[in-house]
Structures are given as C-alpha cells and as structure tokens.
C-alpha cells in the first residue's frame, strides 16, 4: 500500500523533531509501516527546512503555511458560535490552503490510504482529490463527541474508518453517531520498553521519594492540582520531591475548556482568568516542586528511571501516554478516573486511581506510594508486563493495518 500520513499543521515533517506526542506516533508507527509499504508523512515545513526528506524509511513532505495566514486573519474577524460548538479551528477554512496542498500531492502519488490526525474539516478537501482513497480520521481527543453534529456528519460522511486513541474516546463517537459505529475502532497510543527499561541507572538517592509529572502543563491536564496534593504531601513528610516535565504552554480555552461537559469546563474556567503559569510557579517555589520546562524526547526515559511515581491528575484525557511511558519504566502510576485512563490502570494492581481534582485523595495516593515502595515496585513490575501485552508500537502498528483494510 502506499500510505500518507497527515500531521496536524503546527507539526512539522521533520525525522529529527519528535517531541509532541503526534509526532513520536508518526515517527514510530510510520518506521514500522515502512517496513512492508511504501509511507510519506505530510507536515509542516519551518523556515529553510528543505521540501522533501527520507528517514526510517519515510518520504517527509514539507508543506508551507504561509498561504493559510490570510484565512487565519480572516476566521479570527468571525464570531464565534454561542455555545462553543463551533469554534474557528473546526472551521473548513481553518488551515484549508494545508489541507489543500496535501490533497493533491497525494492525489498525484496515488496513495491508496490518507491517515488524518484530528482534524476533521480536511476530510472532505482530501476526498475531492483522492476519491478512491481509503481515508482514516483518527482522533486523540474528544472533538468529534463535542462539535457541532450538523457540522460533523458530512465530513464523517466521507471517511472510510474512524479511529480513537481509547475505547473512550471511539464509544462516545458511537453514541453520538450511531450511524457510523461500524466505521469505529479503537488503536490504542504506544511505546517502546527498551527504551523505558529501567537497568539500574538513574537510581534515586536513598530515602529520597520522587514524584513525576509528564506532559503539557496546561489547566486540563491538573498540575494545580497536583501542587496543591504535593504542598499537603511535603507538608506532612520530608525528603519528597516534585518535577514537573513538559512545555509550559496551556491549550487555548476553546480547545478544551470551552468544549468539555458543564462541570469540567466550570473547574477549568477559573485557570484562564489569570496568568496560569505564573501562578504554578509562585506555588511550585512555596512546596519546592520544580518546573522544568520541556525536555527533548530521548532524555524523557531518564526522568522516569529517577522517579518513584508518576503521577497523571488530569481532568480531561483522552489516552494517558504518560501512563505508558512509566508502566515501561517500571514505575507505578497515579492517575484520575478520566476519559481513557482507567482503561490503562488497573486500580491496586498496576497504579492507583482518584477522582479528578480531588487534592486530598491524590496526597494521600502520592503518600501511601512513596512510603510503600515494595508496593510500588510490584506495580511497576506489573505494569510493564501489561505494556508489553498491549501497548508496544509493534501492537499499535498491526492494530493500524487492521484498519486500513490491508496487511
């Protein structure tokens, strides 16, 4: 098969660049793919980056999006919906000279499927140019629970498979669009245990309990929450640590906050009326948690070897990749009863699960865990076994030529 694989237009085609989740997915199921079919992955191309690239088997496209900016100009001078259900990055104008250009390229490289990260509104560009293609939306967020129906169901109307990043996620697509659950399937995120396993190296001090955070630090993702669950932990214990990983750029409020159901978005809406990282830092400085920004990918495993556990408090999550990341490692794992996660947590056995943006019963998970550590090496020990069963990229990938019809 030849197979194109459509990033979302802030990422670009480009091999040695994989810091965003959506990235590594391309990267490590696009190498994989490459194996037995012929795969080019389309992105955008920053500034004196060359057109076209080959690495791991990938042909790299690089498209510009300069020729979106007009349009971009254009959708920020037109009101927003009422309800939020219809918001500019959902629009067909949004990034449609992207969409467009990708289109044809992979018209003229007859490409039998087209894999769209998210974006629904491309969908029916890329139909136009490639009519036989087999198109797949794959979606590693809740946008298509969310948006507008009327708006959706012509552009799902045109798709041949629909994926989710969690049975959660693919289930709400079903009940809001029974129509199409036969198009619906579940491909998990993924991982690679050797890069994770823990060898002895990157050791804790001895009597020193430190806690992980992975991910973007944004309001959804819970991280004033877990401050707020560390400043009890520390308050009550000493020798415990806190770093917090990942780039220091909260989601636009109509991404998230401006879609979720009434009472997620009535917790988040309070962290968007202010400077929302200037107050993690002032409370971060007063419990001793670091913020330590972003960190490039192939150091992240180190992070995760030095930890006790990991901790994902999000109050909306579509997968957990983080969660997978620390189960590779070995590490036991927090996490809130959110979206996908209680799929990759089994509760007592693998991690722990709490309630979303309860600081009380998260201090007290992060506190039983870093004083249990035989208990937390035994989930860590079984969370690997269970990453190995389900999560590896090798599973994702053959989990991906299932959908695309094809082996």
């Known amino acids: 098969m030849r197979i194109a694989l459509v990033h979302q237009p802030w990422d670009d085609a480009d091999p ?72 500019r990055f959902a629009h067909r104008l949004y990034h449609a000279a992207y969409a467009w250009k990708i289109a044809r390229a992979a018209g003229r490289l007859g490409c039998d499927v087209i894999h769209v990260q998210n974006f629904s509104n491309f969908v029916p560009v890329l139909r136009r ?48 669009f029974p129509e199409y659950a036969d198009k619906c399937h579940t491909v998990p995120n993924g991982v690679d245990p050797a890069r994770f396993a823990s060898n002895g190296a990157g050791r804790k001090r001895r009597g020193c309990r430190r806690v992980l955070f992975v991910g973007r630090v944004s309001p959804e993702k819970g991280v004033h929450t877990l401050l707020g669950a560390f400043e009890r932990v520390v308050a009550q214990r000493s020798g415990c640590s806190l770093e917090i990983v990942g780039p220091l750029v909260p989601a636009p409020r109509e991404f998230i906050a401006g879609l979720c159901e009434p009472e997620v978005a009535a917790a988040l809406e309070p962290c968007y009326d202010g400077d ?10 007063c419990c001793g948690a670091e ?56 509760d007592g056995v693998t991690g722990v699960l709490v309630p ?39 599973h994702v990938t053959e989990r991906v030529l299932e959908v695309y019809g094809g082996q």
């Open 129 to 176: 140019y490639n009519p036989r293609a087999r198109i797949v939306l794959h979606m590693h967020c809740e946008w298509l629970s969310q948006l507008d129906r009327g708006m959706l169901a012509p552009r799902l109307a045109q798709t041949d498979a629909l994926a989710g990043c969690s049975d959660y996620v693919v289930e709400r697509i079903r009940r809001r």
């Open 16 to 87: 040695d660049r994989r810091d965003g989740s959506l990235a590594i997915w391309t990267w490590e199921v696009g190498r994989r793919l490459a194996q037995r079919h012929e795969v080019h992955v389309f992105g955008r191309r920053p500034d004196g980056a060359v057109a076209e690239r080959v690495a791991g088997g990938i042909a790299f496209h690089g498209v510009r999006v300069e020729h979106d900016r007009p349009l971009l100009r254009l959708l920020r001078a037109v009101p927003a919906s009422r309800d939020g259900r219809r918001p």
């Open 291 to 346: 913020l330590a920004g972003p960190r490039p990918h192939e150091t992240i495993p180190a992070a995760y070897r030095r930890a006790d556990v990991l901790v994902n408090p999000s109050l909306s999550e579509a997968f957990g990749m983080s969660l997978v990341e620390a189960m590779a490692a070995g590490r036991a794992v927090i996490a809130t009863r959110v979206g996908g996660m209680p799929e990759i947590v089994e």
């Open 356 to 394: 979303p943006g309860d600081e009380v019963a998260l201090a007290d998970a992060i506190g039983r865990l870093v004083e249990d550590s035989a208990g937390a090496a035994a989930m860590g020990a079984r969370g690997r076994e269970v990453v190995e069963q389900r999560y590896t990229w090798e």
């Open 276 to 285: 929302y990282i200037a107050d993690l830092r002032r409370r971060a400085a």
